[in-house]
Each structure stands twice: as C-alpha cells, then as structure tokens.
C-alpha cells in the first residue's frame, strides 16, 4: 500500500490531467485572458485532492506497480540468465521449452484456454529455478576456492606452537585458532547449502519432466489432478530451500565482501619465518 502522496503523484501523472492541463494553458495563451488559467488550477486541485483518495484509482496504480515490478524482475532475471556459463544457460532454456511445450499441449489435447493451478505454477517454478541456479553456482564457485585441507592444517601448526608461546603470543594464537575455527563451520554450513540446493534443482527438473509425462498421456483432464501431492509437495520444498538460503545469505555478503577485498591489488604478505 503506497502513501497518498504517492498516489497524488501518479493522478498528476496521468496523461488525461497533462493535456487536460495543457489544453488549459493552450486557452489561456489564445484568449490572453487568466480565468482559463485559474479554471485549470481549481480543476487540478480538485483531480488531486479527489481522485488518489478512491479506492478504485488506488488500486489501479497498485496494479500497475505490481506490473512494473513483475517487469523489472523479468528483466533483471534475463539479465542473470545471460550470464550463466554455456551449461548452465542451456539447463535453463531447456526448462522453459519444456513449460512453454506443457502449456501447448494442455491445451491442444484439452481444447481448453484455462491452466489448472498444479500446471500454471510452473512460470514460478521455473524463475525458483534460475534463482536457485544463480545461488547454486556462486556457493560453489565459492567451495572451490578454499581449500578446507589447508584451514586444517593452519589449525593443527598453531596448536603445536602453543606449547612454546609466551602469555601475550598464546592470546594471538588462540584468536588465530578460533577465527580458523570459525571458517571451517562456515565452509561446511555453506557446503550443506550446496547440496540442498543442488537436490532442490534436480527435484524441480524432476516434476517438469513428471508433468510433461502427465499431460501427454493422459486419459481425462481429471487424471491431472493427481499431480496436486506433488506439486504441494514441491511448493512446499521451495519455500524451506528460501528459508535455507535466506540463512547463510548473510554469510555470503560477508564472504564476497572479503573477497572483493582480497581481489585487490595488495603488496604479498610476509612470510612466517618458522
């Protein structure tokens, strides 16, 4: 729900207050004269007090930025899409074709215009999909660049070298460690992630297969609706797999940050001498 103002400025935008606003000052010019001026002023200030107020005209602008919305993040998701790697642009393509080919079929073997629920959800399926893909792919090209070996083995070094550390060098060291500690349940909360969603995907291509299985073979309209458990089921998936990224996203922007950071031309850092 926008605020009044905001909704004022969407009836002052309106193309039927411009130019009734323009024929206004078009009259005032031609006849040198103000009363089509201020005529024009009263019928503004009345449009703008009266009509972002209704009920009707406040919904209408809600539709329309709700489809503006749906455009933008139409427009931002085939931006993302574009930048998918050759196989990964592909899985994505093949997905669609696939829900456009449902679509088709439905209806020709059907003859009817209208999708049932358990097959029109398959739009937000497939834009879960290329959400997840995007989030899949930076979680493991973040896996690939750390190696879990390495953090283990800086772990065991600053232990041993506890033994001969003095009281202000074991504080250092025992920060080191618990940082180091701190990074290996981050890779595996992260790594966990990973094979959720990596499960997810499968799943979702799985049901559009299942679909398209469906629909092509199927004897009565009413032998659609046995998809319903599954599609809920499916739904349902999804939501936990957002709830589940939702969690570690704070641990990605952490993590790109450092990375951004790290990816910086810096001088190489000294060496410990052992």
């Given at each position: 729900?926008?605020?009044?103002?905001?909704?004022?400025?969407?009836?002052?935008?309106?193309?039927?207050?411009?130019?009734?606003?323009?024929?206004f000052l078009s009259a005032a010019a031609f006849t040198q004269h103000w009363i089509p001026l201020a005529a024009g002023l009263a019928v503004e200030a009345t449009v703008l007090a009266v009509v972002p107020a209704t009920n009707a005209y406040r919904r209408l602008v809600e539709r329309r930025n709700s489809q503006r919305n749906q455009e933008l993040r139409r427009r931002q998701r085939e931006e993302l899409i574009r930048s998918f790697d050759p196989r990964e642009r592909e899985a994505v393509e093949y997905l669609r074709w696939?829900?456009?080919?449902?679509?088709?079929?439905?209806?020709?073997?059907?003859?009817?215009?209208q999708i049932p629920a358990s097959?029109?959800?398959?739009?937000?399926?497939?834009?879960?999909?290329?959400?997840?893909?995007?989030?899949?792919?930076?979680?493991?090209?973040?896996?690939?660049?750390?190696?879990?070996?390495?953090?283990?083995?800086?772990i065991m070094q600053a232990q041993r070298s506890m033994a001969q550390a003095d009281g202000t060098t074991r504080m250092l060291v025992e920060k080191n460690i618990e940082?180091?500690?701190?990074?290996?349940?981050?890779?595996?909360?992260?790594?966990?992630?990973v094979r959720h969603v990596e499960a997810?995907?499968?799943?979702?291509?799985?049901?559009?297969?299942?679909?398209?299985d469906q629909v092509v073979t199927m004897n009565t309209i009413d032998s659609i609706t046995s998809l319903d458990p599954a599609f809920e089921t499916l739904l349902a998936n999804i939501e936990t797999t957002k709830r589940i990224l939702e969690e570690t996203t704070p641990i990605m922007n952490t993590l790109n940050t450092i990375e951004s950071v790290?990816?910086?031309?810096?001088?190489?850092?000294?060496?410990v001498m052992q």
């Open positions: 729900m926008g605020s009044r103002m905001e909704y004022i400025k969407e009836a002052a935008a309106e193309p039927l207050n411009i130019w009734s606003m323009v024929g696939m829900k456009n080919k449902i679509y088709e079929n439905y209806t020709k073997f059907t003859g009817l215009k097959i029109g959800y398959l739009d937000q399926m497939w834009e879960s999909f290329v959400d997840f893909l995007d989030m899949y792919r930076r979680r493991k090209n973040h896996l690939r660049s750390v190696n879990r070996q390495s953090i283990q083995n800086q940082l180091l500690n701190r990074r290996l349940i981050t890779f595996d909360e992260i790594e966990k992630s997810q995907l499968q799943s979702i291509e799985n049901f559009f297969s299942l679909v398209n790290n990816n910086a031309p810096m001088r190489p850092q000294m060496r």
